[in-house]
């Protein structure tokens, strides 16, 4: 049988520094979604290398050792690669395995399920009286069942499903997924998935209510609220729980959660970041007078070198450069810091800094792959919306974005979304339309320097009239120096070896 796309939580790595993930866990959405059975899935947001799949492993931890979940079920799939394109296998597949993983609990006591389960067992591997094999709706119909039935045992009590890897489905597996999906939070699963995109829908409200402590000039957009169904008035969580109720009267009965989705945003925080950034330098080459909790080894070379008199540069400057370059992104930090590394001194650095680091650009190289594997209308989609977003560091409209690209059949952003996985983002930057920009810095430089040849092609393509013989301006002027304007797609990059342990993107 071929090895499953979908598999469980990956243990954690012993060079994670886990504080930098403490303030999820205290985040307004978090705490509500663990302590109450909300209707609505959780999604954690976060662009390639933001540290996702790390998070997604702390997060099953954290359930299963907490006092008020660690007898519930937890179930944890995560999809860990490229989906094989039977879309109704796997959907069945997933049914089938959240299944088993829901009787992982000592909670579960008058569970019927194992009839309906049999039903399903029967169809599908006994073949029973029916040697061609069972139809596929017929099979999920009896899945869904034992399903059900399980959730229904559970009804007292709680069942968590936390879902890594989402992005690795087709749209159309997605479109499936979140069928089934909902069906299960009605059955009173909550629901926890990680994902590289936002979904594209802009919420605003704010609460209406007349007696809110906060004045109502002061108060801030709400992710998660309460709507009367009946005069659409919109009352916070903290007035519902204090029992301010519809001001016009309705009872709180009527008051609903009307939204499929609450999302959360994965970024390092500034002090947790500085203090991941010291952990680590004082972690690989001792005592740099960072003050870091790392247990310190003696002082390598670099170690020495960075807090000698001769320095020209002091090791909390260049802690400092790191943490710029990262812009709150962990997968970034580690690059920098992983090169860093690598060297005996860091002297050097300073004549290299109009160039990426070989390790990011093949770290940006190796995940651009997941857009390429794409069939050819997505990938030209992807790969001319991205060459789009080069042109400016604020990122390109969608609506001139369509017009660019009116041959191709797009009828949301979403679908330009989806297709360029996760390396554009939504921002509202300055502009009443929707942009999509490059999803951090780092990788704006990447496809504005022309880095990437096939991101370079296609920007020939939407821009036949103007071909660009250099690269145009980014941020302020000041930005630009004479090495900048000089480099050509041709040059060498500066020979970095990256270190083994850097990883890839998954
Ligand atoms: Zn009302
Ligand atoms: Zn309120
Ligand atoms: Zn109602």
Known sequence: MPRSSLQSVKRISSDIFPSIYDWFFIDGAFVRWRK????????????????????????????????????????DICIDREVPPHDVYFIEDFLETLYHKLSDTTVLKEDHS???????????????????GYRAKTRLQSLREALNSRLNALKGERAFLLLDGIDRCSPTQRLLLDNELSKLLEAGLSILITSRLAVLERVEALCEHPDDPV??????????????????????????????????????????????????????????MKEFIAWNLEREHGDLGLGSSARKPPLSPLGRSLISNTASKSVQ????????????????????????????????????????????????????????????????????????????????????????????????????????????????????????????????????????????????????????????????????????????????VHPFIPRKDTRNWT
């Open 114 to 132: 194992d009839d309906a389960y049999e039903e399903y067992a029967e169809m599908r591997f006994l073949l029973k009286d029916a040697p061609e």
């Open 317 to 492: 400057k260049h802690a400092e450069d790191v943490y710029e370059a990262a812009g709150g992104h962990i997968g970034m930090a580690k690059a920098r810091l992983d090169l860093i590394h690598t060297m005996d001194s860091l002297e050097g650095i300073e004549s290299r800094r109009d160039q990426l680091p070989a390790n990011i650009i093949t770290m940006f190289d190796a995940g651009l792959k997941r857009i390429e594997i794409q069939p050819s209308d997505q990938r030209d989609i992807a790969l001319k919306a991205i060459a789009a977003a080069a042109a400016d560091i604020r990122g390109v409209e969608v609506p001139v974005l369509r017009e660019m690209l009116r041959n191709a059949d797009i009828r949301s952003g979403e679908d330009v979304l989806e297709c360029s996985k996760g390396f554009l983002l939504t921002s509202t930057h300055d502009t009443p339309s929707l942009r999509l920009t490059a999803f951090h810095q780092s990788f704006f430089r990447y496809i504005s320097e022309r880095y990437n040849q096939e991101i370079h092609r296609a920007s020939m393509q939407i821009n036949p009239a103007r071909p660009r013989f250099a690269p145009r301006e980014i941020g302020s002027p000041a930005d630009i120096t004479p090495q900048k304007l000089a480099r050509s797609i041709t040059q060498p």
């Open 36 to 75: 109450a059975r909300v209707i609505w899935p959780l999604y954690c947001i976060g662009s390639p290398g933001a540290g996702k799949t790390t998070l997604f492993s702390l997060i099953y931890r954290y359930l299963k050792r907490h006092p008020e979940t660690q007898n519930y079920p937890i179930a």
């Open 215 to 272: 004045p109502q000039y002061a108060r801030l957009s709400l992710n998660m609220y309460y709507e009367c169904c009946i005069c659409e008035y919109i009352v916070c969580v903290p007035c519902k729980d204090a029992k301010r109720s519809c001001p016009n009267g309705h009872e709180e009965l009527h008051l609903h959660e009307t939204y499929d989705h609450v999302n959360i945003n994965i970024a390092v925080p500034d002090m947790a």
